[in-house]
C-alpha cells in the first residue's frame, strides 16, 4: 500500500505541450515499496486486485480566471480513469476517482496531467496518489 502527495506550490503545475506524469514526492505510506517518487509510478510488487485512488485539486485564485484541468490514471500507459475540469464560474475545484484494477506482477499505474492543462494552488497538498492490495491472485 502507499499514498503520496504532489509538492506544495502556489504557482501552476503545466501547462505542457505534452501528457506529464504527476510526481508525487511527498510519501507517507509506501509498505512493499511499490511506489517510485521518482517516476511518480507504483509498479505492482505481486498480482492482486487493487484499489487504487488520486484526486486533482485546483486553485487559479482569481474570479473570471479558467479553471482547466484534466487528470487521468493510467496502467501500463492506457487510461483507466480522469476527471477534469473546464469553466470560468469557480476559482477552485477538485475531483477523485477510486477504482479497482487487476495488476500483475510488474505492471506499471500512474497519474498524468493532459497537454495544455494545469493544476494551481496546490498549498496543501490536496492532490494524492494511493492505493493497496485488496487481495492477491496467482499469476497468470
Known sequence: ??????????????????????????????????YN??????????????????????????????????VQLMKNNKVVASVWEDNRENTKDSGTQSVLVSLRQGDKVYVELLSGRSLCGNTKEFNRFSGYQVYPFTQE
Open 37 to 70: 517518487d521518482a517516476l511518480g509510478t507504483f509498479i505492482a510488487p505481486r498480482a492482486g486486485l487493487y484499489s487504487l485512488s488520486f484526486t486533482a485539486y485546483s486553485n487559479v485564485g482569481v474570479d473570471g480566471e479558467r479553471l482547466y484541468h484534466k
Open 1 to 34: 500500500m502507499f499514498s503520496a502527495a504532489m509538492r506544495s506550490r502556489s504557482d501552476c503545475f503545466g501547462p505542457f505541450t505534452s501528457n506529464v506524469p504527476i510526481r508525487y514526492y511527498f510519501i507517507s505510506l509506501n509498505q512493499g515499496n511499490g
